[in-house]
Nanobody
Framework: QVQLVESGGGLVQAGGSLRLSCAAS????????MGWYRQASGKQRELVAT???????NYADSLKGRFTISRDNAKKTAYLQMNSLKPEDTAVYYC???????????WGQGTQVTVSS
């Protein structure tokens, strides 16, 4: 199975930046589609971005330009660079993974991102 561990969350002032990391194990990383989702208090989980093993990316329209997803296949790690953070970005951010040849989605435990104004 794919196991995921997120890190890099924390407290940041509005306008600041954070870089989240998601370390994956249990699979050939290059064959895994990685994603970031977030869930704010009282709201449903929403897509942030995804990236395929070949580097193709997909972003939520409202976040494109501020957030950048990337991956390092040698380190089996996906990243989410978050810039110009706003209080409305406050949420628990979850890493996801899916092997391209199956439909099962794996989730990390989540990491809290809090943006103060």
């Amino acid at each position: 199975q794919v196991q995921l561990v997120e890190s890099g969350g924390g407290l940041v002032q509005a306008g600041g930046s954070l870089r989240l990391s998601c370390a994956a194990s249990g699979s050939i990383f290059s064959s895994v589609v990685m994603g970031w989702y977030r869930q704010a208090s009282g709201k449903q989980r929403e897509l942030v971005a995804t990236i395929t093993g070949g580097g193709s990316t997909n972003y939520a329209d409202s976040l494109k330009g501020r957030f950048t997803i990337s991956r390092d296949n040698a380190k089996k790690t996906a990243y989410l660079q978050m810039n110009s953070l706003k209080p409305e970005d406050t949420a628990v951010y979850y890493c996801s993974a899916r092997r391209f040849y199956e439909s099962i989605v794996y989730w990390g435990q989540g990491t809290q991102v809090t943006v103060s104004s």
